[in-house]
């Protein structure tokens, strides 16, 4: 069946504009998590949804950041006011449901570079 | 905090095997993962471990020993595909989110 899919899945941007990243998690899985990827490091969580609601939202870095997921699959992740150290790779997870032990399955990315 | 270290780089030959450690210190988590991620694409799930002991998938083991705060992934009869990054990564207890660590970059030589 059809993986998680992201778009675009590359995005550059003045600093200062607003994006819009989308993710569209495996179909029937409730949960959905958004991580940031810096070339080198590991991803580093963000926020995680467990249906249309945020369940943890401790990653996002600061209120620029946002997230919504209003019918429980689709989910877009939103910038305010970019800098150019928002750049990075995001990547979107979907797993079957909640509870730290269910495998997460990862979309391609958006790559967003902010000149 | 959970800090997880993993080297950064390993190199090996193709038909070999190697081992990936991961050593992390943390209260409590739910399970310990491992993914693959090639250059420019997602990571892709290998394998997860909750009791300790080895899980074997195929050319793939990984390992866990919570009281040493230690696990391991092995790659057996390497080939040039294995070449990419191995990311282990735990849940804590009550979360859902996975915490990663840097990354091991592996490279498969003829």
């Known amino acids: 069946g059809a993986g998680v899919s992201q778009t675009p899945s590359n995005k550059v941007t003045e600093k200062g504009k607003y994006v819009e990243l989308r993710c569209d998690p495996i179909s029937g899985h409730t949960a959905l998590y958004w991580y940031r990827q810096s070339l080198g490091q590991g991803p580093e969580f963000l926020i995680y949804?467990?249906?249309?609601?945020?369940?943890?939202d401790s990653g996002l870095p600061n209120d620029r950041f946002f997230a919504v997921r209003p019918e429980g699959s689709v989910s877009t992740l939103k910038i305010q006011r970019t800098e150019r150290g928002d750049s990075a790779v995001y990547l979107c997870?979907?797993?079957?449901?909640?509870?730290?032990?269910?495998?997460?399955?990862f979309g391609p990315g958006t790559r967003l570079t902010v000149l | 905090g959970q800090n997880i270290d993993q080297p950064t780089e390993m190199t090996a030959t193709e038909g070999a095997i190697v081992q990936i450690n991961c050593t992390y210190q943390?209260?409590?988590?739910?399970?310990l993962f491992w993914y693959q991620q090639h250059a420019g694409e997602a990571p892709t799930f290998l394998s997860y471990?909750?009791?300790?002991g080895l899980e074997e998938k195929g050319r793939f083991s990984s390992f866990l020993s919570r009281s040493k705060g230690y696990s391991y992934l092995l790659l057996k009869e390497l080939q040039m595909k294995d070449s990419a990054s191995y990311l282990c990564a735990l849940t804590r207890f009550n979360t859902d989110k996975l915490i990663f660590g840097t990354g091991t970059r592996l490279q498969v030589f003829p």
């Open positions: 997870a979907s797993s079957s449901r909640a509870g730290g032990t269910d495998t997460q399955y």
């Open positions: 471990n909750v009791l300790d």
């Open positions: 949804f467990q249906g249309t609601g945020a369940a943890d």
């Open positions: 943390t209260s409590g988590f739910n399970g």
